[in-house]
Every structure is written in structure tokens, then in C-alpha cells.
């Protein structure tokens, strides 16, 4: 088990992390910082010093890192399900803090794994909260900014010490959030749904082109009821 988490394939070949558990759940604040994690360099996860190679077929297209890392979501995963983990901002917020600081930890160990042993890949390390609604944010830019963008912007700040760009993907409506996500330091926002509050493209691209790049700008719901 990895994070509460296990590796399973599939019947298409492909590998999924499913949950297992939230190992998180039962806890104290104390207890979680102190929560031995998988180290970042495990050869059965995290094949560092063999990355350039692995993806030098590749080199005539921009790579990216794998979508699936996160900070928020993942300390979801390991704290329980989505419903008492919002309350848990308001119930426990010690309790929040430390899961999202050893999720941190763990991110901050293996970007510098990764990148310091790839000096030119990969260009793009792609981070995966979804943190709106079609509607709003899951959680305010009051609450963002104290539980996420501090820990963000100490991954964005590792990035670009590496010369590398940082992509923040966040489906929903995701207006009230973009100025947040500039201060941490993200360089690219994918996907930016088109059709939901706030997200017209062309405003946004008004209001804050010159400090960030909106990536994609396709309706995934709809694209994926048709695939």
C-alpha cells in the first residue's frame, strides 16, 4: 500500500491507484507528521535515474509529469471520505494542516529526486487538485489560502529552481482561485472549462493573460460523454 492507496492492473494493461483505506483517519496531528511514508526513490514507484531515458522517444513533444499528484486531494485519500474531510476545516484544522504538510513533504522529496537527475525533462510537472464545482470553489479563497498556497508555493518555488514550469489542473469553475494560483507561482492552468461561471476565456485572458497561460480551454464533460 502506497499512501492508503494500492497499485492494481487492469484488464487494458494499464496500472490504477485505488483506494485502500484511509490510513490518516484515526490519527492525531502529531501522529500524521510522524507518518512513515513509501520514500520517494522506491524503485517499485519511482524510477528517477532512468527518466530521460524512458522518454527520450519522445523529445519532439513537450512532457509532462504523471497528472496524478496532488496536495489537497491526496490528503484526502488518506484522511476519509470527501464530506468530513470539508468539515474537518472548521472541526479539525489542526489535524488538515498536517496531512497537507506530510503530503507536501512527500511531493517536495521526489520532484527534487526527479528533477535534480533530469536535468531537461521532464519541461512540465503537472499538478492535479480539482478544488471547484461547476458552480464555485470547493472551498473559499479565504481557506485556500491558508490550507493550500502556502504548501503549493514551496512546490512551485522547487520547480522553478529547476528551470521547469509548473501546470495547476483544477476542472470547474475556477475564477475566484486563478489569482491565488498566480501568487503560488503556477504557470499554466488546465483545463478551464468552457460554459461555467466566470470561466469565459476571453475575459479571463483580459484580465490575467500576461500572468499566466490558460491550457486547453475544452468542455471535458461533454468531449468524454462522446468519446
Known amino acids: 500500500p502506497d499512501w492508503g492507496m494500492k497499485k492494481e492492473k487492469k484488464s487494458d494493461g ?7 483505506g484511509y490510513p490518516f483517519r484515526h490519527l492525531t496531528a502529531e501522529q500524521i507528521r510522524n507518518y512513515p511514508s513509501p520514500p520517494a526513490t522506491s524503485a517499485d514507484w519511482y524510477d528517477h535515474a532512468g527518466y530521460t531515458q524512458l522518454v527520450a522517444p519522445y523529445r519532439d513533444k513537450a512532457i509532462f509529469t504523471t497528472s496524478g499528484h496532488s496536495i489537497m486531494i491526496w490528503a484526502w485519500g488518506c484522511l476519509g471520505p470527501e464530506d468530513e474531510c470539508l468539515m474537518m476545516f472548521y472541526t479539525d ?27 531537461e525533462v521532464p519541461e512540465y510537472v503537472f499538478f492535479n487538485d480539482d478544488l471547484a464545482t461547476q458552480q464555485a470553489p470547493l472551498i ?41 494560483f498566480i501568487e503560488a507561482g503556477i504557470d499554466l492552468v ?38
Open 14 to 20: 494499464r496500472y490504477y491507484h485505488t483506494p485502500d
Open 93 to 119: 484544522p489542526e489535524k488538515m494542516e498536517a496531512a497537507l504538510d506530510r503530503i507536501t513533504e512527500f511531493h517536495l522529496d521526489y520532484l527534487e529526486k526527479l528533477l535534480s537527475q533530469n536535468p
Open 140 to 180: 473559499g479563497p479565504d481557506m485556500y489560502r491558508k490550507f493550500q498556497l502556502p504548501r503549493l508555493k514551496k512546490i512551485c518555488d522547487l520547480v522553478h529552481k529547476y528551470g521547469r514550469k509548473m501546470v495547476q489542473h483544477c476542472c470547474g469553475a475556477v475564477k475566484e482561485l486563478i489569482p491565488l
Open 190 to 227: 488546465h483545463p478551464l472549462q468552457p460554459g461555467l461561471p466566470g470561466n469565459d476565456i476571453r475575459e479571463l485572458k483580459k484580465e490575467f493573460g500576461r500572468q499566466i497561460i490558460f491550457f486547453q480551454g475544452l468542455d471535458m464533460q461533454e468531449i468524454m460523454r462522446k468519446w
